[in-house]
C-alpha cells in the first residue's frame, strides 16, 4: 500500500485553477466527497475525515483532520460516494461498506462481503446505490435501520469495469 500521499484543494477562477490548500495524508488517496463541509477521503484502509474551513478575511482554505475509521480486515479501499448523509465505501478484496452521517457522528450503519474487486460506487439515492467489481455490476438495496445490505439486480459484463 502507499506510504504517502496529499489532498490538494483547488478553485477555478477565469478557467484558471487557483491553488488554495493542500494537506499530507499516510496512505495514497483514493477517492474523495464532499460532506456538510467535511471532507471525506478514502485513504489506503480507512477513511478519514477533514474539516474544510475558509478564512473569508485572507481567503486561506485549510483542511484540518477530523477523525478516521479504519477497515477492519486492512484491505485497501478504492472508492467512496455519497448522497445526503449515506456514504458507501468499496475496497479491493471483498466489501462494500455503508455509513451514515448524522448530526456530526461518522457511524457504520451496514456492511456487505460479497462483492469482488469493486472498482467504482455510485450512491443514487438514501437507500440504493450501484457498485463496478470485476466483471459485473450490482445494484444494492440499503436497510440502515436493520444494517442489511442486499443486492437487488446482476448485470454480468465479462470485463473489468472502472
Same mark, same amino acid.
Given at each position: 500500500m502507499?506510504?504517502?500521499?496529499?489532498?490538494?484543494?483547488?478553485?477555478?477562477?477565469?478557467?484558471?485553477?487557483?491553488?488554495?490548500s493542500?494537506?499530507?495524508?499516510?496512505?495514497?488517496?483514493?477517492?474523495?466527497?464532499?460532506?456538510? @463541509?467535511?471532507l471525506?477521503?478514502?485513504?489506503?484502509?480507512?477513511?478519514?475525515?477533514?474539516?474544510?474551513?475558509?478564512?473569508?478575511?485572507?481567503?486561506?482554505?485549510?483542511?484540518?483532520?477530523?477523525e478516521?475509521?479504519? @477497515?477492519?480486515?486492512?484491505?485497501?479501499?478504492?472508492c467512496?460516494?455519497n448522497?445526503?448523509?449515506?456514504?458507501?465505501?468499496?475496497?479491493?478484496?471483498?466489501?462494500?461498506?455503508?455509513?451514515?452521517?448524522?448530526?456530526?457522528?461518522?457511524?457504520?450503519?451496514?456492511?456487505?462481503?460479497?462483492?469482488?474487486?469493486?472498482?467504482?460506487?455510485?450512491?443514487?439515492?438514501?437507500?440504493?446505490?450501484?457498485?463496478?467489481?470485476?466483471?459485473?455490476?450490482?445494484?444494492?438495496?440499503?436497510?440502515?435501520? @436493520?444494517?442489511?445490505?442486499?443486492?437487488?439486480?446482476?448485470?454480468?459484463?465479462?470485463?473489468?469495469? @472502472?
Amino acid at each position: 500500500m502507499p506510504s504517502k500521499g496529499c489532498i490538494y484543494i483547488f478553485s477555478l477562477s477565469s478557467s484558471r485553477l487557483v491553488f488554495l490548500s493542500s494537506c499530507a495524508t499516510t496512505g495514497g488517496v483514493m477517492g474523495l466527497c464532499y460532506l456538510h @463541509n467535511i471532507l471525506l477521503a478514502a485513504v489506503n484502509e480507512r477513511v478519514e475525515l477533514f474539516v474544510v474551513r475558509k478564512d473569508s478575511k485572507i481567503g486561506k482554505v485549510e483542511l484540518k483532520p477530523l477523525e478516521t475509521h479504519k @477497515n477492519e480486515r486492512k484491505v485497501l479501499t478504492t472508492c467512496i460516494d455519497n448522497f445526503s448523509d449515506t456514504v458507501v465505501v468499496g475496497d479491493l478484496m471483498t466489501a462494500v461498506t455503508v455509513y451514515s452521517f448524522a448530526s456530526s457522528s461518522f457511524e457504520l450503519a451496514a456492511h456487505h462481503h460479497y462483492s469482488l474487486g469493486v472498482s467504482s460506487v455510485k450512491v443514487l439515492d438514501e437507500s440504493s446505490f450501484i457498485v463496478a467489481t470485476d466483471k459485473e455490476i450490482l445494484m444494492y438495496q440499503i436497510e440502515i435501520n @436493520n444494517k442489511i445490505i442486499e443486492p437487488r439486480d446482476r448485470l454480468y459484463v465479462g470485463e473489468r469495469i @472502472n
